[in-house]
């Protein structure tokens, strides 16, 4: 994996929290909005707004580097449009991101695939 590769799955795992979280937030600002005089809804709206859209563009470019099958491609897109998705997400990135560094420090060392 090349290093634009690896940074383009960084972005992407380092937004996918993030993104989850005002997501979350989101949904109770909706909920105090209708049950109490507290409306945070624009102000979280436009957060969650911004950071889906990082999301969307770094998955896109995660896509285009990676070359993902359309079945991964299309459950990490999945991922940003569920609840807490962005967590799952953000994990199997993570373990992907360690599987390749594992990968590339024995390609580096001559250790070859038995």
């Given amino acids: 994996m090349d290093l634009k590769t690896a940074s383009a799955l960084r972005r992407l795992r380092l937004v996918s929290a993030p993104e989850a979280v ?10 105090l909005k209708r ?5 945070a809804v624009p102000v979280m709206g436009m957060i969650h707004g911004l ?5 969307v563009l770094f998955w896109l470019d995660a896509w285009n580097r ?9 459950w990490f897109f ?8 962005g967590f799952f997400a953000e994990r199997r990135l993570r373990r992907s991101q360690d599987d390749a560094v594992i990968a ?4 580096r060392e001559g250790v070859v695939n038995a």
């Avoid at 005002?22 to 909920?31: H, P, R």
């Avoid at 049950?35 to 409306?39: A, G, L, R």
């Fill in 22 to 31: 005002s997501f979350l937030v989101l949904l109770l600002c909706s909920v």
């Fill in 35 to 39: 049950t109490t005089d507290f409306d």
């Fill in 78 to 85: 999945l991922m940003s449009v569920i609840p807490t998705g």
């Fill in 66 to 74: 990676v070359r993902w099958p359309l079945k991964t491609a299309a």
């Fill in 51 to 55: 950071l889906f859209i990082l999301y």
């Fill in 104 to 107: 590339a420090r024995a390609r």
